[in-house]
């Protein structure tokens, strides 16, 4: 049964702190501990007054130190540490020494503590985030203390005989720290960021949260709510199909990302190097902590989108050799820039008004008219990759026919640069691959732009994006004859679009004869795993329903039932 509701307004949306996804009824902190009236006055016992003060802090101290000794007793050492530090907060003697004065002014106790704290405060959030985000610690010594004075309910964390989702305004260490991870299955805050206690402890305790979530403390009392840690969202009174689909796809995901390691293969052995996608130095930790063989796609105007005038020659051979350093066994591919259309740099313009800018002067095409930046970058390469064992290739963006492979393949020799290659994006270039592949050395095709060219649907429209999709049979065609071209000739051929991230399409992609994939980082476990399950048969038999099916929905679908390990992997 489809969901009939707004789904807008049945989920909030956070900060996604601590993955994981959990479900159950929503229990709220109890709300704030009044402030003592401004200038409320003690009866003239100012002696007394400041015994109560002291002996109210005292008894927070001591409270919080027997949390930080039950934290320690269900292993929780960070949640004791920071308890422990609070404690001392609450013994700081110049904490004393301020409450004391005020009272001797004639101020009442709990007023004094409020007030003697607010210093306190004042200097912590105007300190930087870190310590920003202790004022929460401190807020909570405060609130403790005066509900002492006043003999109201403690702050903090209500009881429960069934696992709850926790939600609250912020959570101050004392109340997370001692809580159960089998009671608590989630916690959702409405203040709060990545270094907030919160986070911090509710990561350690691997129980999924979500801060800074607008609304969710109007959240009912006892609501049924599904925390989802990624994603950052809260989906209230969710189905048990919900639910269940939520948590599926939450261990199908962890048993991939530790399942699948070591280079790309389908089931049957047939190798598949899993590259890549990066934009600069900056990506590559990603992709080496997701097992990337290499870079399929390095795209270098990236590192230059704000730049008003070209960047030297020094900072580019600086940032290509970052990115060749860390795959010192692997190949990293180079795409020269590809300015223009949707990716504009302000040190290549045009050569004047572009109707079109999509079917106008962008990639290689605009590198021509500036020989001098192509040359440039194409120098910087080769002494980047002069020093390094990684094996550099360079490719060209936007090219359409023969001719322009020769001048860049020629353009590259010029440089040293021994392995030129070409992106597949135009769909002329697709079907006259043959006549490319005499002139370079690889492919990769670039599906996002082969398919805006294929299907005549600009790319950075949202309301053609049923247009915009590589399973379209039209666009496999257009793969499966430059595939068939570069095999012919013994060449290469990647993809490196974002069609080589879905791990279904990447099957029916190798079964089209494509040679290697090249991803975002986060899409590499995911795919590895989808070759794994399927033999190479399996693919080239999905690859064949999807390319007899009439439209892109049915090619997706035909392709899935010869796939069954998708199913298997809750992808
Ligand atoms: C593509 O077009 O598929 C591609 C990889 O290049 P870009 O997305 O940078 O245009
Ligand atoms: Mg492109």
């Known amino acids: 049964m489809p969901d009939q509701e707004a789904p807008a307004a049945r989920m909030l949306r956070g900060a996604g702190v601590s993955p994981g996804v959990g479900a159950g009824p929503v229990r709220v902190v109890a709300g704030a501990v009044p402030e ?15 015994a109560a003060a002291l002996a109210a802090l005292e008894a927070v101290a001591a409270d919080l130190e027997a949390r930080a000794a039950r934290a320690a007793d269900v292993g929780n050492t960070d949640g004791r540490d920071v308890l422990n530090a609070q404690a001392l907060m609450a013994r700081d003697p ?81 109340d997370t720290a001692v809580l159960d991870p089998a009671m608590v299955v989630a916690f959702v805050t409405l203040e709060g960021g990545p270094t907030s206690h919160t986070a911090i402890l509710a990561r350690t305790m691997g129980v999924p949260a979500v801060v800074a979530c607008p609304g969710c403390t109007e959240i009912a009392e006892g609501t049924r709510v599904l925390v989802d840690g990624a994603a950052g969202t809260v989906r209230i009174d969710p189905s048990d199909e919900q639910v269940r689909a939520a948590r599926d796809a939450v261990a199908a995901r962890a048993a991939i990302l530790e399942s699948a390691t070591g280079p790309g293969a389908t089931k049957d052995g047939h190798a598949v190097p899993l590259l890549a996608n990066v934009g600069g130095p900056q990506d590559v930790a990603a992709a080496v902590a997701n097992g990337a063989e290499g870079v399929g796609l390095y ?41 223009g259309a949707d990716k504009p740099l302000a040190f290549l313009p045009p050569p004047g008004e572009e109707p079109n800018p999509a079917l106008g002067e962008r990639g290689l095409r605009m590198l021509r008219g500036h020989p001098d930046v192509l040359a440039e970058q194409l120098g910087a390469l080769a002494r980047a990759a002069a020093g390094s ?16 492979a020769a001048f ?27 006549d490319l592949a005499a002139e370079v050395e690889f492919f990769s095709i670039g599906t996002n732009d082969l398919t805006q060219y294929a299907c005549a649907a600009d790319r950075q429209l949202g309301g053609l994006a049923h247009l915009q ?41 190798v079964g089209l004869g494509v040679t290697s994939l090249s991803m975002g980082a986060p899409s590499l476990p995911l795919v590895r795993a989808a070759l794994a399950r399927h033999t ?35 992808l």
């Not at 051979?317 to 190949?331: I, M, Q, S, W």
């Not at 071209?485 to 990447?506: F, H, K, N, S, T």
């Open 36 to 50: 003592p009236p401004a200038g409320a006055r003690h009866g003239g016992d100012a002696e007394a007054e400041r």
């Open 94 to 174: 110049g904490l004393a020494d301020a409450v004391a004065a005020k009272i001797g002014d004639g101020t009442a106790a709990a007023r004094a503590v409020f007030e003697a704290f607010g210093t306190y405060r004042e200097l912590l959030a105007g300190a930087g985030e870190y310590l920003a985000a202790r004022v929460a610690d401190l807020d909570d010594i405060r609130d403790r203390a005066v509900a002492r004075l006043l003999g109201v309910p403690m702050p903090g964390v209500p009881e429960s005989d069934e696992p709850f989702v926790l939600v609250a305004r912020d959570l101050a260490p004392a």
């Open 469 to 509: 999709d590589p399973w379209q049979p039209a666009v496999l065609d257009l793969v499966a004859v430059a595939a068939q071209a570069a095999a012919d000739a013994g060449r290469p051929c990647g993809v490196c679009g974002e069609a080589g991230g879905d791990p279904a399409l990447a099957c029916v992609l």
């Open 408 to 434: 860049f393949a020629q353009a590259c020799r010029d440089a040293g640069i021994d392995h030129p290659g070409v992106m597949i994006e135009v769909p002329a270039a697709a079907l006259r691959a043959r």
């Open 299 to 339: 795209r270098t105007e990236f590192l230059f989108l704000d730049r008003a005038a070209p960047p030297s020659a020094a900072e580019q051979e600086d940032a290509y050799r970052k990115v060749l350093e860390a795959f010192p066994k692997g190949k990293v591919v180079v795409r020269t820039l590809d300015a």
């Open 389 to 404: 064992t990684a094996r550099l290739e360079v490719m060209a963006p936007m090219v359409t026919d023969a001719e322009e």
């Open 536 to 570: 190479l048969d399996q693919c080239r038999r999905a690859a064949d329903a999807a390319r007899r099916a009439r439209t892109a929905q049915l090619a997706r679908e035909s392709a899935r039932a010869l796939l069954p390990g998708l199913a298997e992997l809750g």
